[in-house]
């Protein structure tokens, strides 16, 4: 299975559902990938995005920690060349066949044989939960679909209708506390906040460059008063990552998940100080 683009043609791999399980004609779901920033794959309802992997960070989708527990059955091919971007996967020798199926559902599925049972068993799908549904709490909102209230707004923001959030509305999303104190490009009276564990954010209009550090990258956010949080692009070195996205705009589609990677959010200096002080004993988030 391929799923990606020939940059220089145009011409895309990708999945289409059937329309049902008795017809084979093609439905309103597509699952695609988007190179529009750092590459991850999105599935497509018409003109509506419903599910996004996250980006590709050496290993695995931001989004699917749970790959780095398929060595042994999957390896895992991803291409990002001036030619093509494209990911793939072969099975491993003496692993059951597989297949991925896009269900008419919207869900894609990778399916195992199981030759036991005679039949195929779903070994993962996508979106799995509340959390992974494209949005679902707005912009500078953070899904955790372990809390009783699933969406909560990224520290230093406010939701933008605490009407809508109280009706368990959060697609409206939040706004800053406080503007960024961002002068002249320098950034001195800003700081970030580290979101610990979670599906980095949509990369659309995003920048990346693979060959700067994650402190070159921290040091380029502040130079730039559009800059609203930074990441690694690739963690296949261990460590906090190498690499380096940059986001300029709002962060949309984050959620915590085990296994997930660190975001530094933008803040201004004394909210930076004031969450390095509440969030010491926590475990899942922390300061840079």
């Given at each position: 299975m391929r799923i990606g683009k020939d940059v220089g043609?145009?011409?895309e791999w990708s999945l289409s559902s059937w329309r049902h399980a008795y017809d084979p004609s093609a439905s309103d779901f597509?699952?695609?990938?988007?190179?529009?920033?750092?590459?991850?794959?999105?599935?497509?309802?018409?003109?509506?995005?419903?599910?996004?992997?996250?980006?590709?960070?050496?290993?695995?989708?931001?989004?699917?920690?749970?790959?780095?527990?398929?060595?042994?059955?999957f390896e895992f091919q991803f291409t990002d060349t001036a030619d093509e971007v494209s990911y793939m996967y072969h099975a491993c020798d003496?692993?059951?066949?597989?297949?991925?199926?896009?269900?008419?559902?919207?869900?894609?599925?990778?399916?195992?044989?199981?030759s036991a049972a005679l039949r195929w068993r779903s070994f993962w799908s996508g979106p799995r939960d509340e959390c992974d549904?494209?949005?679902?709490?707005?912009?500078?909102?953070?899904?955790?679909?372990?809390?009783?209230?699933?969406?909560?707004?990224?520290?230093?923001?406010?939701?933008?209708?605490?009407?809508?959030?109280?009706m368990r509305n959060a697609s409206g999303g939040c706004a800053r506390s406080t503007p960024l104190q961002c002068g002249g490009g320098a950034g001195d009276?800003?700081?970030?906040?580290?979101?610990?564990?979670?599906?980095?954010p949509e990369t659309h209009g995003s920048s990346v460059d693979a060959g700067a550090s994650l402190e070159e990258c921290g040091r380029r956010c502040l130079a730039n008063c559009s800059c609203t949080a930074y990441a690694a692009s690739d963690i296949r070195g261990g460590g906090g990552g190498s690499g380096c996205i940059l986001w300029f705009g709002e962060l949309v589609d984050t959620r915590f998940i085990d296994g997930g990677q660190d975001l530094f959010v933008r803040l201004t200096l004394r909210l930076h100080l004031q969450s390095q002080s509440r969030l010491r004993s926590l475990s899942q988030s922390s300061l840079y």
């Open positions: 043609t145009g011409a597509r699952y695609v990938m988007d190179t529009r920033g750092s590459p991850e794959l999105h599935i497509w309802r018409k003109g509506r995005k419903t599910y996004r992997t996250g980006p590709w960070n050496g290993l695995r989708f931001s989004g699917i920690p749970e790959m780095a527990t398929y060595k042994g059955m003496g692993s059951p066949p597989s297949r991925v199926v896009l269900h008419e559902s919207g869900v894609i599925k990778r399916m195992v044989w199981d549904r494209y949005g679902v709490c707005g912009a500078f909102g953070v899904c955790n679909e372990v809390d009783a209230v699933v969406c909560s707004c990224v520290w230093g923001f406010l939701p933008r209708s605490p009407v809508e959030w109280g009276e800003d700081g970030f906040h580290a979101l610990r564990g979670v599906k980095l």
